[in-house]
Nanobody
């Protein structure tokens, strides 16, 4: 069993930055791709970014390209999402997850072991 704990959310003004962290415990996750998703009330969980198992391939949703950077630190069993130039529309609860199934990086159904979520609020 794997547990993911995500953290680093907060309240910032537009244009600001935050760094989200996701720490895994239970077993090493270096062989897994992982992703970040976000969700706002009344909407489905939305894919944000993913990183493959080696860190050599990074994938981003179009609206965050150039502003967000996903990374991983396997010795620390951790993943990160550096968010810059934040916009009010980035406001959401952000979740990390491990990619457990083959298929697209952007579909939540291919992920499991979700973090508990961390709130990001961007004010204008």
């Amino acid at each position: 069993q794997v547990q993911l704990v995500d953290s680093g959310g907060g309240s910032v003004q537009a244009g600001g930055s935050l760094r989200l962290s996701c720490v895994a415990s239970g077993r090493p996750v270096n062989n897994y791709a992982m992703g970040w998703f976000r969700q706002t009330p009344g909407k489905e969980r939305e894919w944000v970014a993913s990183i493959n198992w080696s860190g050599s391939n990074l994938y981003y949703e179009d609206s965050v390209k150039g502003r967000f950077t996903i990374s991983r630190d396997d010795p620390k069993n951790s993943f990160y999402l550096q968010m810059s130039s934040l916009k009010p529309e980035d406001t959401a609860v952000y979740y990390c997850a491990l990619k457990l199934h083959s298929g697209t990086y952007y579909e939540a159904q291919n992920y499991g072991y979700w973090g508990q979520g961390t709130q990001v609020t961007v004010s204008s």
